[in-house]
């Protein structure tokens, strides 16, 4: 896209602007660090522009509270208090880690993702926000506990102007061809190989 032009105008008879206005529905996959904090950081720029924020955490334990939370709910609250961006409503819906899920917990984790996924869907239908942060929700869809077919319907088929982006590893070849735009974070060095944890302030 050189100079920000497209490569391709389609004959569907909408002008730039029309075309330009299309929502979005995106996704964050690959082995790579940074498919959530890409997606925080597109929250910030929606706030910013007064659109209404919903994040959606499909995995991460309710126990945990990532500084992108804290910052978010933040902006939230001082829309409240001025006018100013957009507001934001935060859930978590896991119990778990992705990569440390319990033993004996799984029809728990399925329930909450169901649970989770349901609250989408009406949040979808409602027209509730302009930008939807569905975090790790590619692992739900993996694991079988919410449905790949209904999902891919449900985001395709999401009324009025609403911007949606999943994150995680592994994502649905469906999913994938339904979207609009998909990066692919690509590992080529990661601390953790070395034998370092995560850090303060660089992954939570």
Known sequence: MPQGKPTYVPDDGLTTAQRRSLPLLMVHTGDGKGKSTAAFG????????????????????AK?????????ERLGELHEQTGEGGSVTWHKMGAGWSWSRKSGEETDHAADAAEGWAEVRRALAQERHD?????????????????????VRTLTERPG???????????????????????????VKHQMDRGQKGQRGIEW
Request: no cysteine.
């Open 42 to 61: 597109l929250a910030m720029r929606a706030w910013n522009q007064g659109w209404s924020v919903g994040v959606f955490q499909f995995v991460k334990s």
């Open 64 to 72: 945990w509270r990532i500084g992108e939370q804290t910052v978010l």
């Open 131 to 151: 930008l939807y942060v569905l975090d790790e929700f590619t692992y739900p869809m993996e694991w079988g506990w919410v449905d790949v077919a209904e999902v």
């Open 161 to 187: 102007r609403q911007y949606v982006v999943v994150t995680g590893r592994r994502a649905h070849p469906d999913l994938v061809e339904a979207a609009d735009l998909v990066t692919e974070m690509t590992k």
